[in-house]
């Protein structure tokens, strides 16, 4: 199977960076499209960002658009988030997800991964 490890959460104030990895072991061959998701307290877990296979083609939630960048190193099997500006709204539990079925682009929807990482906190301070 395949085993996703998020790293780089933390407490940041507003308008602060950080930077998520979400590094991949096991059977990562299989890997291919990945993605970024959120969920806030009390809230649905929602998508964030993703990118295809070969980093070609990424997409953004409306949300994050101009502020994070997804972004992948296969030879690392590591898939980042870098987060700038952040807001206090982003604060929520960071997830990494990834597909084991190949195709040209990615995915927005959660059903279509089929690996979750355990995630890690992100707390943005006003």
């Known amino acids: 199977q395949v085993q996703l490890a998020e790293s780089g959460g933390g407490l940041v104030q507003a308008g602060d960076s950080l930077r998520l990895s979400c590094t991949a072991s096991?059977?990562?061959?299989?890997?291919?499209?990945m993605g970024w998701f959120r969920q806030a307290p009390g809230k649905e877990r929602e998508f964030v960002a993703a990118?295809?296979?070969?980093?070609?083609?990424?997409h953004y939630a409306d949300f994050v658009k101009g502020r994070f960048t997804i972004s992948r190193d296969n030879a690392k099997n590591t898939v980042y988030l870098q987060m700038n500006k952040l807001k206090p709204e982003d604060t929520a539990v960071y997830y990494c997800?990834?597909?084991?079925?190949?195709?040209?682009?990615?995915?927005?929807?959660?059903?279509?991964?089929?690996?979750w990482g355990q995630g890690t906190q992100v707390t943005v301070s006003s």
């Open positions: 997800a990834a597909s084991r079925t190949l195709g040209s682009g990615y995915y927005t929807t959660g059903g279509n991964y089929d690996y």
């Open positions: 096991g059977r990562t061959f299989i890997i291919y499209p």
């Open positions: 990118i295809s296979w070969n980093g070609g083609d990424t």
